[in-house]
């Protein structure tokens, strides 16, 4: 028999394609099949066999292209326009009534005036996916925020996201939501492991958090993982959409997965009622949950409730009751801090606890051991707030036996022996000795954190025998490093030092505010080192600064401008920025976003309602505009909040555009008019 001529295959090629995407749909997204498996792999099989032959046909969505031949070499960078924002949360129903009503003062209203929209919070992994002209282009994790990691190739496998979205697609669609792993699909997988006599996975989001960041796809392919989409980002080209679930019900037609069952609430207490819902059947639930998320359903309210730093004021998580467990305190260490603190840790007999063995809890300090009466050998009640941190609630004193001994805190640091000091103002003790090799060790995986310099493969263990050898005492020791010295380090082979030294190597360039919140200066976190990154732009600007110039930033308070001022104006702090700076370290601006205001320039005058002046002036530089100083010919927009002053009158003047914070608003949107 004679092949098919090339119109026969490219018209074949195009059905199988059509019809494969409809069926994953069915399968993957609404979980009703049409076909059985046999039958969906033989139409696979023979697009296959058509692209095999004629290797012109294959398209980038075609599902025979999910997974890439070759393991990648490492993940590149994803910039988030805007940015991938967590969400504050809520720990009991007093803090979730706070938040509500925070949301009518700042709308000046009696009540809402539109639904709330509940949803389950599943506890995966934050993900991007980015659709252009309806074909998926990038998946991207969370990171920082502001930018993730491309993990387009992993993202590809997952069977629930289509390559292709179904029906009037928009040009461009950016889709954040969840990766999870069902329960049933993560116990199979435990259970396979278990039976090859390898490692079992703690709970199901550590499992998809590793699958997700595989370097080889085909191993990310073999692993159960799923995708709910929870919130659009920019859209361009989309149909108009007044509410968050207007939204959701969009995405489920262009053949995404939502977070339902989501339900629309007009009151609080409708709110509540479907928290304890789910709270009540949470183990019965297919996905792990930890909470739910309560939204403003109506997106013009959003709009003028506005952004904070890191998460919205229109949404927020209220999480699931902390899951409780007992066990005993076997013994009390004490850890040093990166800077000095002497911090109390319970060393636990091992309990499980919501999917995590829990083997050490912080007692905080020496007060806290105190209020709660806890000696060493005491049984205790453990918590994990948040279903995260693991605390100590309480004693069970009933089941003292007599052997339990108190703990009394050391008088000299356990990692130098220097004496201790208790600052005026503090509760805590503190190791003042700055070379103390626990300091070190600590400000070293500080400064190499996923939220500073971001270097992966410099893990606890291998940062301790750098410092214990003296072959690394100060973070710029890092970059002097070589392959001679990695590798004859304990479990350190080749391929593991050149991927640290690569590692490195990338992390010279990471943005200002990163490089800043690694040195680690006390009270500069991430939120302060992002605002003061933006109005000095460069180190070498920062290195001038003074106290005045850094409390004048919106958000950062005198102690913060006194601590870094301070930090970098001592002679270790000069000593350590220009050993960094020597051996290549150059923090990068941050880089613009989509060059939508590129060429526009702004300057804000009075006090706006929905943003701080620091968030307003952010976005601007994220969409490519420029800021100025004063008012003059070159200025395109001065936005206006209350009490605006005298600048008001000069743009007026010069016939310069002046906007309100809901124009102001509706520009970052949609961009100036052609």
């Given amino acids: 028999m004679s092949e098919p001529d090339a119109n026969t295959d490219a018209r074949r090629a195009a059905e199988l394609r059509r019809a494969i995407a409809h069926h994953d749909w069915r399968y993957h997204v609404l979980d009703r099949p049409e076909i059985a498996d046999v039958e969906y792999d033989r139409l696979l099989r023979e697009l296959q066999a058509i692209e095999a032959r004629r290797p012109e046909l294959v398209t980038p969505d075609s599902p025979t292209q999910r997974v890439s031949g070759q393991p990648s070499e490492g993940f590149a960078t994803v910039a988030h326009d805007p940015p991938l924002l967590s969400l504050d949360n809520s720990f009991d129903e007093k803090e979730l009534r706070e938040w509500h009503a925070r949301l009518l003062s700042h709308l000046g209203v009696e009540t809402l005036p539109g639904d709330l929209v509940v949803e389950p919070k599943f506890d995966g992994l934050s993900c991007k996916l980015l659709f252009e002209n309806g074909r998926l282009v990038v998946g991207a994790t969370r990171g920082s925020g502001s930018e993730g990691e491309d993990v387009t190739a992993n993202v590809r496998t997952i069977r629930s996201i289509p390559l292709a979205l179904r029906g009037d697609v928009p040009r461009r669609l950016d889709v954040r939501g969840e990766v999870v792993i069902r329960r049933d699909h993560f116990e199979k997988f435990n259970a396979e492991l278990l039976a090859r006599g390898e490692e079992t996975y703690a709970n199901p989001r550590n499992l998809a958090a590793g699958t997700l960041r595989q370097l080889d796809a085909r191993i990310t392919k073999a692993r159960p993982l799923e995708f709910y989409a929870y919130a659009l980002g920019r859209v361009e080209g989309g149909p108009p959409l007044a509410s968050h679930s207007q939204s959701l019900e969009w995405l489920e037609g262009l053949g995404l997965k939502t977070p339902r069952p989501f339900s629309r609430k007009g009151d609080l207490e409708a709110v509540l009622a479907r928290y304890r819902e789910l709270e009540a059947g949470r183990d019965a639930f297919p996905i792990e949950l930890d909470g739910v998320v309560v939204k403003v359903d109506d997106l013009a309210l959003q709009a003028r409730l506005g952004f904070r730093s890191k998460s919205p004021r229109w949404a927020q998580a209220f999480k699931f009751a902390a899951r409780q467990a007992t066990t005993r305190i ?109 300091r070190v060790k600590r400000r070293i995986e500080h400064f190499v954190s996923r939220a500073a310099m971001d270097v ?157 002046r620091a968030e307003a002036e952010a976005r601007v530089k994220a969409q490519g505009g420029s800021l100025l100083s004063g008012v003059s010919a070159r200025l395109s927009y001065l936005v206006v909040g209350e009490k605006p002053g005298s600048k008001l009158k000069k743009a007026q003047e010069l016939e310069v555009a002046v906007l309100d914070e809901t124009q102001f608003l509706e520009l970052l949107e949609t961009g100036p008019a052609p």
């Fill in 456 to 612: 992966e493969g410099l893990g606890e263990k291998l940062i301790g025998q750098l410092v214990d050898g003296g072959i690394v005492k100060s973070p710029a020791d890092l970059y002097g490093l070589t392959r001679e010295v990695l590798v004859d380090l304990e479990r350190m082979g080749e391929k593991s030092a050149a991927n640290v030294l690569a590692n490195l190597e990338a992390s010279k360039t990471r943005p200002l505010a990163s490089f800043l919140f690694a040195l680690g200066v006390p009270e500069i976190g991430e939120a302060a080192a992002e605002a003061i990154a933006q109005p000095f732009g460069t180190l070498e600007a920062l290195r001038e600064a003074t106290v005045e110039t850094v409390r004048s930033i919106h958000g950062i308070g005198p102690r913060a401008a006194e601590s870094l001022v301070g930090f970098l104006q001592s002679d270790a702090g000069r000593a350590l920025l220009d050993e960094l700076a020597r051996r290549g370290v150059a923090p990068r601006r941050v880089e613009r976003g989509s060059g939508r205001l590129e060429g526009k320039t702004f300057l804000f005058t009075g006090t706006l309602g929905k943003l701080t």
């Fill in 330 to 438: 076997a013994e009390i260490t004490i850890q040093v801090g990166r800077n000095g603190t002497l911090t109390p840790v319970a060393r636990l007999e091992p309990v499980a606890l919501a999917g995590v063995t829990i083997t050490n809890a912080t007692l905080h300090n020496q007060d806290e051991i105190a209020r709660l009466g806890v000696k060493i050998g005491d049984t205790v009640l453990i918590q994990r707030a948040g279903d995260v941190i693991p605390k100590v609630v309480q004693v069970i004193e009933s089941k003292r036996t007599g052997a339990e001994r108190d703990f009394t805190f050391p008088s000299a640091c356990p990692a130098c022996g220097t004496p201790v000091v208790k600052e005026a103002d503090l509760v805590a003790l503190r190791c003042p000795n700055e070379r103390c090799p626990a």
